[in-house]
């Protein structure tokens, strides 16, 4: 076996309303120039992209992001976006490299009192199947246990292969919440906490990247600047993810 790292990036981008309160999508755009690209992540998801009322538009230009970063959005086709006017599905939005063979991509609808969805990609990279899920989940433990269970239901009719999950997942404890015990919604994820809400001075880790493989998440950290403490009230979170590979 061989084993290669992904860099991932998740992001909340509050609707491009910033610590001032006013909505600037350029500024996002800037912020992931300045304090994201660095990172050089091959996975990039954001949460909250577009508006929040119909018919859910774009806040920022996906095509510039594609250029700063050399990924590739995942909503190019209409059934991976809410509507023509939108970058993603209800705000997430999933960026991969080039490198990335998409086998598979859909969205999936979560239940609860408000809109919420979760896209799954079925990869190939270097000869090894990856699955990615990026979700933005419920404000309620009870729902965001729904929401889970319901995501791993899809993908027990999926093949095997390994997942990693990322996004704003709205877990605040930092023991962890029923959400993501395995006995509940029977997915069995890990990975560190750090801290990324509110971007002005983080003490709750909403936001995660976790994997079904131990110990594969590595390096997790806030990413900070002050361009991006200033566009949103969450901070990036990055972390590479180790990506097993048999070897020829």
Not at 67 to 91: A, C, I, K, Q, V
Request: charged letters at 25%; hydrophobic letters at 40%; proline letters at 7%.
């Amino acid at each position: 076996m061989t084993t290669q790292t992904v860099s991932c990036v998740t992001w909340n981008v509050h609707r491009a309303v910033g610590r001032d309160g006013r909505c600037d999508g350029a500024r996002i755009v800037e912020a992931i120039a300045e304090d994201i690209r660095p990172a050089a992540p091959r996975i990039l998801a954001l949460q909250e992209a577009d508006a929040d009322d119909h018919p859910h538009g774009a806040l920022f230009e996906g095509s510039r992001i594609e250029e700063l970063t050399g990924l590739r959005s995942l909503h190019d086709e209409e059934d991976m976006r809410w509507g023509p006017e939108s970058s993603g599905y209800l705000g997430n939005v999933l960026f991969l490299g080039p490198e990335f063979d998409v086998t598979s991509r859909r969205i999936v609808e979560l239940p609860g009192h408000c809109p919420r969805a979760a896209i799954l990609a079925e990869t190939r990279i270097a000869g090894q199947a990856l699955r990615i899920v990026s979700c933005h989940l419920s404000l309620l433990q009870m729902l965001r246990v729904a929401q889970l269970r319901l995501v791993a239901q899809v993908i027990a009719r999926r093949p095997v292969m390994q997942t990693v999950l990322l996004g704003d997942l709205n877990e605040w404890r930092p023991w962890g919440g029923l959400a993501l015990q395995p006995r509940a919604t029977g997915l069995r994820l890990a990975g560190p906490r750090r801290s990324t809400f509110p971007s002005g001075r983080p003490v709750l880790p909403l936001d995660r990247i976790l994997t079904d493989r131990p110990e594969a998440v590595r390096n997790a950290r806030a990413l900070s600047g002050p361009t991006v403490r200033a566009a949103s009230d969450h901070l990036p979170l990055g972390a590479e993810v180790a990506v097993q590979a048999r070897a020829a």
